[in-house]
């Protein structure tokens, strides 16, 4: 019999309705959690999420949130304890990206917007869920997506690049916040990943062509090779990992600078 390494588990997974967050939402029901598929915009899309977490067998609650508003955030931490229970993962995955324009271009709605979304939205969902874990005695595990632009600049992506700079040392800090405190907080580094964010990638096999030169690996990743990191990190064989970011990318980062 194969053991699950997530059984008993329960995760919260945002923008579960496509790209990395629906994969690493199906991937924890293969592995025995039941799941809370986070969406904003796109129910049908979480409701295919679902349809998948109930084949593997586990429950899945749909739920919509907009976490730029710490108030939603907080009712969705209810909802998820009255219909599942007290969630023991959290996967901050939602997120909008980069704009394509210079700073000075840039509106202050602009601006507000990607952070809100990118980095306030985590913190909130991260507050929360520290607080639901609080005197439970359970361990918890918190998996944020950030992106190689967290370490690499682009131009145009000033507000993007700032916000997933941003998150990985919100994961730090909360790291040694947390390190005692029977939670591990880690991020995921994604290089370039086949998902709706890439539409045109995933529509132009040329443009992909085009764009994948600059990866050493010469392909795009597929959501499910971020899903089974993200399984990793929140199993127990993770457990001494705390405050890391585990780059997905192809080795894209480490091609920075080549030839220069």
Request: glycine content about 8%.
């Amino acid at each position: 019999m194969t053991v699950q390494t997530l059984a008993n588990e329960i995760a919260i997974v945002t923008g579960a309705d496509s790209g990395i967050g629906q994969a690493t939402a199906i991937e924890f029901a293969r592995e025995g959690a039941d799941v809370v598929a986070v969406y904003f915009h796109d129910r049908e899309g979480a409701e295919k999420t679902a349809q998948e977490v109930e084949k593997a067998g586990r429950k899945c609650a749909v739920l919509q949130l907009d976490q730029r508003n710490p108030a939603e955030v907080a009712n969705l931490f209810r909802q998820v304890k009255d219909t599942l229970g007290m969630p023991t993962i959290l996967v901050n995955n939602a997120g909008v990206n980069a704009l394509g324009k210079p700073v000075s271009d840039m509106t202050d709605e602009d601006w507000d917007t990607t952070l809100k979304t990118n980095l306030y939205g985590p913190f909130y969902c991260c507050r929360e869920f520290i607080r639901a874990m609080e005197g439970s005695g359970r361990h918890g595990s918190i998996i944020n997506i950030t992106s190689v632009h967290q370490e690499i600049p682009r131009a145009g992506g000033s507000a993007y690049d700032a916000s997933k700079g941003g998150l990985r040392n919100l994961t730090t800090t909360l790291a040694l916040e947390l390190a005692e405190k029977n939670i591990n907080v880690n991020n995921i580094a994604p290089g370039m990943i086949l998902t709706p964010m890439n539409q045109k990638a995933l529509d132009d096999p040329e443009h992909r062509k085009r764009q994948v030169e600059n990866i050493p690996m010469k392909r795009a990743g597929e959501p499910e090779e971020i899903a089974h990191v993200a399984v990793f990190l929140a199993s127990a064989k993770a457990r001494y990992i705390q405050g890391a970011t585990i780059v997905v990318d192809g080795a894209l980062m480490l091609f920075q600078g080549q030839g220069a």
